[in-house]
T-cell receptor
């Protein structure tokens, strides 16, 4: 049981390049999330998928697209990377409990855009 | 996020000292979560509080949620270098979609 896995762990891109961050969970969770973490800003929600087949914008969606490929996998795509997207990206998942928001996090992807 | 204020932003304590980190919102907190993060790593779940007045402890860490469910504190007793890291509070501020809003984090340094 690996929990939440993310690939790659590190990535350096040039401005304008594109890439996809991969996330998978093996806990049979319904909901999945993408966050970015910047110094002094905490975690900010980019996109989320409340259940398989649905995706919605979070707090900072501009410049990103997502795909909920199946119940296990939720990918984040940067179509044309910008230096402002230099950040650490975390994927998370949780069960769809009625009264719980507990989220399990992946180890993160450290992205640098030059 | 300004919806969830965490204080202090950073804290440097001598090993063996007690410390408290606070997490405050003007909105009702639908579940309050404390996470710890070490540099370059993901978030490690510490504790979850749901009911007003609830208090939980694990080893030397105690978390409380006030009766109004708008403020939580994390208290570490007799701190150790292993407690060093970034502490983040996260809470549900909306009633749907299972979204967590996070505080900006508290960087804790414990000097040996």
């Amino acid at each position: 049981n690996a929990g939440v896995t993310q690939t790659p762990k590190f990535q350096v891109l040039k401005t304008g390049q594109s890439m996809t961050l991969q996330c998978a969970q093996d806990m049979n969770h319904n909901s999945m999330y993408w966050y970015r973490q910047d110094p002094g800003m905490g975690l900010r929600l980019i996109y989320y998928s409340a259940s398989e087949g649905t995706t919605d914008k979070g707090e900072v969606p501009n410049g990103y697209n997502v795909s909920r490929l199946n119940k296990r996998e939720f990918s984040l795509r940067l179509e044309s990377a910008a230096p402002s997207q230099t950040s650490v990206y975390f994927c998370a998942s949780n069960r769809n409990w009625d009264s719980s928001y507990e989220q399990y996090f992946g180890p993160g992807t450290r992205l640098t855009v030059t | 996020s300004q919806e969830l204020e965490q204080s202090p932003q950073s804290l440097i304590v001598q090993e063996g000292k007690n410390l408290t980190i606070n997490c405050t919102s003007s909105k009702t907190l639908y579940g309050l979560y404390w996470y710890k993060q070490k540099y370059g790593e993901g978030l490690i779940f510490l504790m979850m509080l749901q009911k007003g007045g609830e208090e939980k402890s694990h080893e030397k860490i105690t978390a409380k949620l006030d009766e109004k469910k708008q403020q939580s504190s994390l208290h570490i007793t007799a701190s150790q270098p292993s407690h060093a890291g970034i502490y983040l509070c996260g809470a549900g501020l909306t009633g749907s979609a299972r979204q967590l809003t996070f505080g900006s984090g508290t960087q804790l340094t414990v000097l040996p």
